[in-house]
């Protein structure tokens, strides 16, 4: 996507700290990465102002231009389309509370508020933001009621980015997730308590070996 590239940042600091597997990013939500920071500055107004649902009468997310690229669909005819549209992840997080891999689903997909609060937003394309990326990956939300009351939040790093770190129990719920889709719960918390504690890992073909025992 870059309209340029750079050989030698693959190689650049190779084999001297700080290690880039310690710049690793994690996918909170299941959505596109760049719906990501508009989620999340969606998030942060839902959990600090409890706006129902029903009084939002307009949203307005800023953002670069790869996320209007790839991710303004707003009539989502699938799932997984679903998880492309900025209108649509929007729209969820204000709802719910959430985007994540058990929230985008058919039902949530025609549901009629969602719906309606992805018809009341509007994609701008914020040329300061632009400029940033994609060093950074900035987006801001403003959501006005029909009291007209209007509330705000940006962000410049999308939550499980190395600068904008998630927590232990964060990974651990996505963890707990994704894994009954595959494992049973006692499997699962069996897998999550050894990577919890590798550097007490004697052998690491255990718990690989584990993993593929399950799955047999």
Request: proline fraction near 6%; glycine fraction near 4%; charged fraction near 30%.
């Amino acid at each position: 996507m870059a309209p340029s590239f750079d050989l030698d940042r693959i190689t650049s600091g190779l084999g001297r700290y700080p290690y880039k597997i310690e710049e690793n990013s994690f996918k909170i939500h299941a959505s596109c990465r760049h719906t990501h920071p508009a989620v999340d500055a969606a998030l942060a107004i839902r959990v600090a102002e409890r706006i129902p649902a029903g009084d939002i009468d307009r949203i307005i997310v800023r953002t670069y231009k790869t996320a209007l690229q790839i991710a303004a669909s707003y009539h989502p005819s699938s799932t997984y389309a679903a998880k492309f549209s900025l209108p649509f992840c929007v729209a969820l997080a204000l709802k719910t509370g959430s985007c994540g891999h058990e929230d985008i689903t058919g039902a949530s997909l025609e549901d009629d508020e969602i719906r309606r609060l992805m018809s009341k937003v509007e994609l701008v394309l914020d040329e300061e933001l632009d400029a940033r990326h994609p060093v950074l990956w900035p987006a801001i939300v403003e959501v006005t009621t029909r009291q007209r009351r209007v509330y705000r939040s940006a962000t410049d790093h999308p939550r499980g980015d190395p600068e904008n770190p998630p927590s232990k129990d964060e990974l651990i719920s996505k963890f707990r997730t994704l894994s009954r889709c595959s494992w049973e719960e006692n499997e699962a918390i069996d897998i999550e308590k050894t990577v919890l504690s590798l550097e007490k890992l004697a052998d690491m073909t255990k718990l690989f070996g584990s993993i593929l025992a399950m799955e047999a």
